[in-house]
């Protein structure tokens, strides 16, 4: 039986009452949300904090709400919560189609958008997403709020921007009419990516006036093909670019051989991925999805 270290435990009732635990208890003090990747860590003692500050009563980071041009999703929401709402399925499809592929129904029922991304796992769902979004996240300390696009929130695996005694408190996407979708290839039902891309593109009648492309699992920096982006850019939005943009973000990914495959067969999902994530995006905004 795995038991975790003795820790205390605090349940904060405010997103002040947070911070002040995390002070209290010192820069070892971990937040918990979900717990779905935390206790894990803990009970095989990869982790030991010695205070726990549980943060699933703040019902303010609960929501999911429309402010003017942007999605507003708080970091405990669920992702089963994110996967049901309709405000996600119409304007972000690509959350919904990548909330769909992540883990099961019980994962999904306790694990939080935010725990996701500060979590920072390098085969995460979402930070691919939220990063073809170019979401902003919002980080809360003692000096106030701040920030971060997410494209800079990752600074290596399972490490964020966030510093001790913060919090990770809302995600922010625009949603001006974008054109998205999400593609996975993942061993089994509920299993991490071996690789998986999303495609966020704003199209100008035919053409690609910008684009997002994020990929997981394959070792693209900040989750991101910028170079599959450069080539989208101002070109037509077809089937030969998406090719292309493919081949391009394979080219400059950096997949590691391990128990999901090897390093060659995930650049090659990684390109397919693309071009098959531009393909239902577009079909999507053209009223052609199957
Ligand atoms: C069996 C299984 C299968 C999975 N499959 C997938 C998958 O296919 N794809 C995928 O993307 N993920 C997958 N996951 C990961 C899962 O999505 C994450 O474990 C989970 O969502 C993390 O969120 P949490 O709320 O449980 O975080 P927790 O475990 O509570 O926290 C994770 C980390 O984030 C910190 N943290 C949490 N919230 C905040 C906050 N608001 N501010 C600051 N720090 C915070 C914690 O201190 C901790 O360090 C899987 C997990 C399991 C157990």
């Known amino acids: ?23 209290r208890y010192g820069p070892e003090a971990r937040v918990v949300a979900g717990g779905q990747s935390l206790l894990p860590m803990m009970k095989l003692r990869m982790a030991e904090p010695p205070a726990l500050v549980d943060i699933n009563g703040l019902t303010e980071l609960a929501r999911i709400s ?6 507003s999703i708080g970091a405990i929401v669920r992702h089963a919560e994110l996967l049901a709402s309709p405000v996600v399925g119409e304007h972000l499809p690509i959350l919904r189609d990548a909330e769909r ?21 390098p085969s995460e769902d979402l930070s691919a997403a ?47 009419s ?9 061993r089994r039902v509920g299993d991490w990516p071996v690789a998986a891309a999303g495609a966020v593109l704003e199209l100008d009648r035919d053409r690609v006036r910008e684009a997002g492309i994020g990929l997981t699992a394959v070792g693209a920096a900040g989750f991101v093909s910028a170079e ?39 650049r090659h999902l990684a390109g397919v991925l ?10 999507r905004s053209r009223g052609e999805e199957a």
């Not at 039986?1 to 002070?23: G, I, N, R, W």
């Not at 693309?274 to 079909?283: D, E, I, M, N």
């Open 178 to 186: 974008h054109a998205s979708a999400y593609q996975k290839v993942e």
């Open 130 to 176: 939220f990063a073809a979004l170019r979401a902003v996240l919002v980080v809360e300390g003692a000096g106030g709020r701040r920030n971060v696009a997410v494209r800079q929130f990752f600074t290596g695996p399972y490490e964020t921007v966030v510093e001790p005694g913060e919090l990770l408190v809302e995600i922010r996407v625009p949603i001006r």
């Open 228 to 266: 599959a982006e450069d080539v989208l850019r101002g070109r037509p939005a077809d089937e030969e670019q998406f090719a292309e943009a493919g081949r391009i973000a394979a080219q400059h990914c950096n997949p590691v051989s391990d128990q999901r495959g090897p390093e060659d067969y995930k």
């Open 1 to 23: 039986m795995q038991v975790p270290a003795t820790f205390q435990y605090e349940k904060a009732a405010s997103v002040a009452d947070a911070l002040a635990l995390l002070a």
């Open 101 to 121: 592929l992540i883990a099961d129904p019980i994962v999904r029922n306790r694990g939080t958008v935010g725990g996701s991304l500060c979590q920072a796992d």
């Open 274 to 283: 693309v071009t098959r994530a531009l393909r239902k995006a577009t079909a």
């Open 66 to 71: 429309v402010d003017g041009d942007e999605l």
